[in-house]
């Protein structure tokens, strides 16, 4: 299910589904269909199999210096993007990402060194925000805390599967 399509249900069933309902009496959303325009249209914008998947941001490219082999001078590399979900500080540099700017899954310089992330952090800590749930649409999946490690849940886990439950209902 896409984000847009998430707000829609909400309105279209809240007079036929009493769950819906209380969702939307006893919670307040807020929805940011895309975090990464930049990086949504470079991808859609191409037909370019690895272009289409493009999983980055377009911030300005970085340049590093690598090794080709044990005989061959390094050479310069300069690769564009920063992986938007590794860059921020819940368990940032740990496994899963990486420090190499040409990498897919390239973290930025620091935890929220993105415009996008950091302005995720500055939104939920002003209105202090309990629960956070994403539509990744590199993998198709909905992802709530946990997301860093296998079989580790948060404490209002029942909850999240809960409204996941909903979510999936509703596609």
Same mark, same amino acid.
């Given at each position: 299910?896409?984000?847009?399509?998430?707000?829609?249900?909400?309105?279209?069933?809240?007079?036929?589904?009493?769950?819906?309902?209380?969702?939307?009496?006893?919670?307040?959303?807020?929805?940011?269909?895309?975090?990464?325009?930049?990086?949504?249209?470079?991808?859609?914008?191409?037909?370019?199999?690895?272009?289409?998947?493009?999983?980055?941001?377009?911030? #300005?490219?970085?340049? $590093?210096? /690598?090794?080709?082999?044990? @005989?061959?001078? +390094?050479? =310069? *590399?300069?690769?564009?993007?920063?992986?938007?979900?590794?860059?921020?500080?819940?368990?940032?540099?740990?496994?899963?990402?990486?420090?190499? #700017?040409?990498?897919? $899954?390239? /973290?930025?310089?620091?935890? @929220?060194?993105? +415009?996008? =992330? *950091?302005?995720?952090?500055?939104?939920?800590?002003?209105?202090?925000?309990?629960?956070?749930?994403?539509?990744?649409?590199?993998?198709?999946?909905?992802?709530?805390?946990?997301?860093?490690?296998?079989?580790?849940?948060?404490?209002?886990?029942?909850?999240?599967?809960?409204?996941?439950?909903?979510?999936?209902?509703?596609?």
């Amino acid at each position: 299910m896409g984000p847009l399509k998430f707000p829609f249900q909400l309105v279209t069933q809240y007079d036929k589904d009493p769950q819906v309902r209380q969702f939307v009496d006893q919670m307040e959303w807020y929805i940011v269909p895309l975090l990464n325009p930049d990086g949504y249209e470079y991808s859609r914008s191409s037909s370019d199999p690895e272009i289409r998947l493009w999983r980055k941001n377009r911030s #300005p490219p970085k340049c $590093i210096q /690598q090794s080709t082999g044990l @005989f061959t001078p +390094p050479r =310069t *590399a300069c690769c564009q993007g920063v992986d938007l979900n590794r860059n921020f500080d819940w368990f940032f540099g740990q496994v899963g990402s990486s420090t190499d #700017p040409c990498s897919e $899954i390239y /973290q930025g310089a620091y935890a @929220f060194s993105e +415009p996008e =992330t *950091a302005s995720v952090r500055d939104f939920l800590q002003r209105h202090k925000v309990h629960t956070f749930l994403t539509f990744h649409s590199y993998s198709q999946i909905l992802m709530y805390p946990f997301g860093h490690q296998v079989r580790t849940y948060s404490n209002d886990h029942n909850d999240l599967v809960s409204t996941r439950s909903l979510l999936e209902i509703s596609t």
